[in-house]
C-alpha cells in the first residue's frame, strides 16, 4: 500500500467524497484554457450574437468545461468594447453559471470571443486577440529545475524538429549553465542534429532558439525564464517580419521605416555574398557576425568581433529601434560598395530577444 509521499493532493482518491469544488479543480493547470469551438459573432446594429461555443475556464482556482447550446444575443454594446466569457466558482447551484459580457478591458481569466469596432467584428486585436487554446505548448518548452538540489540548471521538455537532413526527437533533458553565470543566453535546438545548445551568440542556419535565460542566480527561477516560440505559442510574441531594398548613393544616406520595433535585422548587398547582422544584446551593437566556423557566409569587415566603435567602410547600416530605421550609409563612408543596393530582413514586434 502506498503512502502519501510528497504531501499529495489526489483528484481523485477512490470512494472520495466527492462535490463541485474538487471536481472543479481536476483539470485546472492541466487542460489548456480557451475557446475550442464556436463563439463566433454577428454584428446586428448595435447588438452582437455570440454562437453556441464549446470552452475550458477558469477563475484561477477551479476550472471546468462548459458548452452552450443556442446563440446568445449581447444588447447595446458599446463599439470597441470585447465580448468576454467569464466564470467564478461559487458552489451554488442556480448561480455557477459563466457569464457573456462586453467589457472595456477584459480580466485576468476572461476568454476573449472578439472584439466589436465601428468596421464590424474583430478576432485579432492585438492587445487582446481571441483566446485559442495553446495545445501544442509543453512541447520543447524550457523550465526551471524545481528540485533545488542543483545549480545554475533548466530542463527542456521532449520534441520534435524537421529540416532537410531529416527529422529529429529531442527527448526531455538537463542542460547546464554553470559557465554562464552573469550572462543572457538562448536556448536553441539545432535542427541538423537535435543537439540542444546554450549560447550568448545569435542562432543561425537551422539553430532554433526556444528560450532566453537570464542566468543570475543558482538557483534559475521561471520568471528568468523568456519562452520565444512563436511556432507554438500562437499569438503570445506577435512576432512580426519585414523585408526590402534600398538602392546606396554615393551621396546620401538611404533610410527606411519599419511598422515595429526591431530587435534583429540582417542585410545584405547585391554584390557581396557577405551578411550582417544586428541585435538588440548591448555587448554586441550594431555588427554581429556570424559565429567562427562553417558557415555559408564570409565575414568580411568584421574585425575584431562584437566591436561596438566601427566606423568608416566597416559600417554599411545602422540600425535604431526607438525611430523604427534602418539607415544605409552613403557609399562615400561605407567602403568599395559603389551603388549598391543593399537588401534587409528585420525580426521585431514581441519577440522579446533580450529580457534584461
Given at each position: 500500500?502506498?503512502?502519501?509521499?510528497?504531501?499529495?493532493?489526489?483528484?481523485?482518491?477512490?470512494?472520495?467524497?466527492?462535490?463541485?469544488?474538487?471536481?472543479?479543480?481536476?483539470?485546472?493547470?492541466?487542460?489548456?484554457?480557451?475557446?475550442?469551438?464556436?463563439?463566433?459573432?454577428?454584428?446586428?446594429?448595435?447588438?452582437?450574437?455570440?454562437?453556441?461555443?464549446?470552452?475550458?475556464?477558469?477563475?484561477?482556482?477551479?476550472?471546468?468545461?462548459?458548452?452552450?447550446?443556442?446563440?446568445?444575443?449581447?444588447?447595446?454594446?458599446?463599439?470597441?468594447?470585447?465580448?468576454?466569457?467569464?466564470?467564478?466558482?461559487?458552489g451554488v447551484a442556480t448561480a455557477d453559471y459563466m457569464e457573456l459580457l462586453a467589457v472595456a478591458t477584459p480580466a485576468a481569466n476572461?476568454?476573449?470571443?472578439?472584439?466589436?469596432?465601428?468596421?464590424?467584428?474583430?478576432?485579432?486585436?492585438?492587445?487582446?486577440?481571441r483566446t485559442t487554446p495553446h495545445t501544442m505548448d509543453q512541447f520543447l518548452k524550457v523550465v526551471p529545475d524545481n528540485r533545488g538540489t542543483e545549480t545554475y540548471k533548466v530542463f527542456i521538455k521532449k520534441g520534435t524538429t524537421q529540416s532537410p537532413s531529416g527529422l529529429n526527437i529531442i527527448y526531455d533533458q538537463k542542460i547546464?549553465?554553470?559557465?554562464?553565470?552573469?550572462?543572457?543566453?538562448?536556448?536553441?535546438?539545432?535542427?541538423?542534429?537535435?543537439?540542444?545548445?546554450a549560447s550568448e551568440v545569435a542562432a543561425y542556419n537551422g539553430?532554433?532558439?526556444?528560450?532566453?535565460?537570464?542566468?543570475?542566480?543558482?538557483?534559475?527561477?521561471?520568471?528568468?525564464?523568456?519562452?520565444?516560440r512563436p511556432f507554438l505559442n500562437q499569438d503570445q510574441h506577435k512576432t512580426q517580419f519585414a523585408y526590402g531594398s534600398a538602392a546606396g548613393s554615393d551621396v546620401v544616406d538611404k533610410t527606411v521605416v519599419l511598422p515595429f520595433t526591431p530587435v534583429f535585422v540582417q542585410v545584405w548587398s547585391n554584390t557581396s555574398n557577405s551578411t550582417r547582422f544586428w541585435g538588440?544584446?548591448?555587448?554586441?551593437v550594431d555588427l554581429i557576425p556570424l559565429t567562427k566556423g562553417l558557415d555559408p557566409f564570409n565575414k568580411r569587415y568584421v574585425y575584431p568581433e562584437y566591436d561596438t566603435t566601427m566606423t568608416g567602410n566597416q559600417r554599411?547600416?545602422?540600425?535604431?529601434?526607438?525611430?523604427?530605421?534602418?539607415?544605409?550609409?552613403?557609399?562615400?563612408?561605407?567602403?568599395?560598395?559603389?551603388?549598391?543596393?543593399?537588401?534587409?530582413?528585420?525580426?521585431?514586434?514581441?519577440?522579446?530577444?533580450?529580457?534584461?
Open positions: 500500500m502506498a503512502t502519501d509521499v510528497g504531501t499529495q493532493t489526489v483528484s481523485i482518491k477512490f470512494y472520495d467524497r466527492i462535490d463541485s469544488s474538487i471536481v472543479n479543480k481536476r483539470y485546472n493547470d492541466i487542460r489548456q484554457l480557451g475557446i475550442y469551438k464556436g463563439g463566433w459573432l454577428t454584428k446586428s446594429g448595435s447588438n452582437v450574437i455570440v454562437s453556441p461555443v464549446v470552452c475550458e475556464i477558469t477563475d484561477g482556482t477551479h476550472q471546468v468545461r462548459v458548452e452552450t447550446t443556442t446563440n446568445v444575443t449581447v444588447t447595446s454594446v458599446t463599439t470597441n468594447y470585447y465580448l468576454v466569457l467569464r466564470w467564478t466558482y461559487t476572461d476568454l476573449v470571443l472578439g472584439q466589436l469596432t465601428a468596421g464590424g467584428i474583430v478576432y485579432s486585436n492585438a492587445t487582446y486577440p547546464e549553465l554553470t559557465s554562464y553565470n552573469g550572462k543572457t543566453v538562448m536556448i536553441y535546438v539545432d535542427t541538423y542534429t537535435g543537439i540542444v545548445t539553430k532554433l532558439v526556444v528560450a532566453i535565460v537570464v542566468v543570475d542566480a543558482e538557483v534559475i527561477t521561471a520568471d528568468k525564464i523568456t519562452d520565444v538588440t544584446d548591448p555587448n554586441k554599411s547600416f545602422i540600425v535604431n529601434p526607438a525611430t523604427k530605421t534602418i539607415t544605409f550609409i552613403k557609399n562615400s563612408e561605407a567602403g568599395s560598395d559603389a551603388n549598391n543596393t543593399f537588401y534587409y530582413i528585420a525580426i521585431g514586434g514581441g519577440y522579446n530577444i533580450n529580457p534584461s
